[in-house]
């Protein structure tokens, strides 16, 4: 493991707009693990792409292993829905995970960027509470 691979597993990477690990899991424990993980912090997922499948599906493409995870908090989406009723168009929460040259990757958008674009003071500490529980359960897995 060279050293970029070390600090992505150990510190995590945090990209201008998303929050990376490498999983020492398999695919498709890890894709479980951050369901379970998410719960943990309180959001349950309420939706789920394989853009695998889907890529598959609609052109006939094969791409490695890849799931969006819609992922919500509840009170925290009432709190940001009553701050700035547009607010849906940011939500929910997309966590990814994905596989790529052999590894197991999962990333979870900064809401504190995404969010930020919005000129709304009441949603910057929501969304430092989001971003937080969203990390947390990136690192618990």
Do not use: H
Request: charge should be negative.
């Amino acid at each position: 493991m060279d050293i970029q691979q070390t600090f992505i597993k150990n510190i995590g990477v945090f990209a201008m707009y998303g929050y990376k690990r490498i999983s020492d899991l398999p695919y498709e424990q890890t894709v479980e693990k951050v369901k379970d993980e998410l719960q943990k912090e309180g959001f349950g997922v309420l939706t789920e792409i394989d853009v695998k499948a889907t890529m598959k599906k609609k052109l006939g493409e094969d791409i490695d292993a890849y799931i969006i995870l819609g992922a919500c908090n509840p009170p925290n989406a009432l709190k940001a829905l009553k701050a700035e009723q547009d607010i849906g168009l940011m939500l929910p929460c997309n966590v990814i995970v994905y596989e790529k040259e052999g590894k197991t990757y999962v990333s979870a958008v900064k809401p504190t960027v995404a969010m930020g674009m919005i000129e709304n003071d009441a949603l910057k500490d929501i969304a430092l509470d989001i971003e937080s529980k969203l990390k947390k359960a990136i690192d618990g897995v």
